[in-house]
Structure formats: structure tokens, C-alpha cells
């Protein structure tokens, strides 16, 4: 049954997010439609609406959701009307290579379904009936919103929807990129270059595995108050203390251990690595703009036998990693409720655009 459904959708790069309503298809065999419970409001969000990352619009934006099956697809029989899902905007196939050699994040599906739902069509049409772009392959920043059924992970039910959604995207890529891409050894020293929602999930993912020190490197000084909160042990504002670089190495002695860039320039990817010693390991975390560039120097690199690797979605395995997630959080070992600094109506979406480039919350959220 098709389903009209307040939607926001970038309409036109660097202009304001709009609110729609659109009409959402029936889910077609293998898929499921979702009633969206809450939405984050994440920067890759934000990138897709000033063509950092360069998806055609319009699109309806979104990939950070949980809520709760409505409509069943022919063929999918191993989940129930009313279920609670989380929405993964990395489906895994299960066959090729990638799945198979244990790295589902780099699913070929995946690659291929970034506009598109995994069959290369789009179920959402504008008032006009002018096809919609689903961001990420998803697109559910909207109350309703029909997905493969690989798109959905089941959970608990008893988890608040808000804080069940961000797990998603923020959560699962930045503690995943330190948990699963690293794999943070407990004792260890750890920098996060950046510290929104990505970066703070890294540093929860340091804390939890068990880093000794978790320097945080952010020009906000608000964003680095959060840090703290969230598991970082010092903090650095190269506004105010200087060069980054130069001060992690006379604070760890000759570098650290791994250094993680949430934030997507080349130049921020560049101290990352040269901030960590001899073997120790970079991981690049932020998505930047397809023209960005890294410059290391080259002479070195056979002598400090030091990595530099990216991580893609946390090294995610959705259907395990979720629920580990949850309960982490149920034990009190992952913060959440802290996290989710503020909420919003689907009407309010451009002001919660607005409060994301501003970094006035640590993850704000679209509750519907």
C-alpha cells in the first residue's frame, strides 16, 4: 500500500533542507516498509546537501534510523509486522567477495545502491510524481520508508527509539573504526582529530577498549566538553595551544599509538599520521570531498613502518554489531542518553541542519 509521508529532502545543493510530503511506494519482494520512529541528523547528511559528497538531488536525505516494520515485501518471512528495527545503509549480500572474506561494510551491493534501493529503482515520488533519490540507499528521513530487508537489523524493543537510531550511522562508525578497524589495545594511547558525533563515538570505542589516554584535537571548545564527558582523557584547540602535532608528540613521548580523523581534510589525515610513533597505526574516519588531496613525505615511511588505513562504517558487521552495541549500552558501558543532546520535529528539520553545522549538540535527533 503506497503511503503519503512528511519527508525532508535536499532539494538544490547549498540551500536549505525542505520538508515534503512524498509518496512512498509498497515494498516489492525482499523488502520492508518502516514507520521511522527517530532520525539522526548526522553530517553526511549535511554533506549531501552542499555536494561534498556529490549525490544528485533531489534526494531524500537520511540513514540514521530505527523504527518499526509496517508492511512486509513478497518473500521475507523472518521478520513480523511490529518488529523494532535499526536501519544499517550498508546492505550485505552475503556472496560477494567482500562479504565472504569477512568485510561486509565494502558489500558490492553496498557500492552500487547509493541513490537507489539495491534493485537500482527508487520507491518515493514527490507531489508531481518526480522520482526521489534515496541518500545512502536509504533515505529515511521520513515516516515512512520502504528498504531492502538486508537495510534492517532487529533489536530489542524495549530501547528507546531515539537512542536506537543513532547506533545506525554515528555510533557504529566511529566506536566501530576503533573497536573493529584498529582495534584499540587496552593501554594504549589514542588521538581523535575531530569530536562530533563520529568522533565522540571513536572516543567511546577507546574508552571501551580499554586506552589508557584519549587525546581529543577539536577548534571548538564546546565540542571538546563534550569530549570529555564522553571518555577523553586531554584535549587540544590548535586555536588556542597551538600546533596539535608538536604537542601530542611532547605529551606522549613520540607519538601515540593510533590517531583517528573524524573529519574528512586531507590536512587533519596528514597530522593524524604523523602524529602517531613508529608502528603506529591512522585511521581515517571522515569522508572528505572527492577533489581532497593527502600529502605525506615519503622518505620515512620504510623506516617507521607506521599505518594509514580507512575505516568504512566501522568495519560494520550490522546484524552482530548492533546488538553489541545495545548491550554495551545497557550495561552502562556506552553512552547514549548523554549523547542525544537534542530533539526535533520533522518540521524543525532545517533548523536541526542549522544546530549541526553550528556543533550546538553533541547528536541531534528527528523523533516522529
Known sequence: MARQSKAVLCREWNKPVVVETITVESPKRGEVMVKIGACGVCQSDHSATNGTIPLPPPVVLGHEAAGTICELGEGVTDLAIGDTVVVSWVPTCGKCRYCVMGKPQLCDVSAKATLTLPDGTSRYKDSKGQTLNHFAGTGVMTEYAALHRDNVIKIDPSIGIDKAAIVGCAVMTGAGAA??????????????????????????????????RIIAVDMSDKKLEFARAFGATDTINPNTDGDAVGKIMLMTGGGADYAFECIGFGSTIAQAYNCVHKGGMAVVVGVSKPTEVVTLGAFLMPFQEKILTGSMYGGARPS???????????????KLDELVTATYSIDQAEQAFADLVAGVNARGVIVF
Open 320 to 334: 552482530i554489531d548492533f546488538p553489541r552495541l545495545l548491550d554495551l549500552y545497557k550495561s552502562g558501558r556506552l
Open 179 to 212: 573497536l573493529n578497524t584498529a582495534k584499540v589495545e587496552p593501554g594504549s594511547t589514542c588521538v581523535v582529530f575531530g569530536t562530533g558525533g563520529v568522533g565522540l563515538n571513536t572516543i567511546q570505542g577507546c574508552a571501551i577498549a580499554g586506552a589508557n
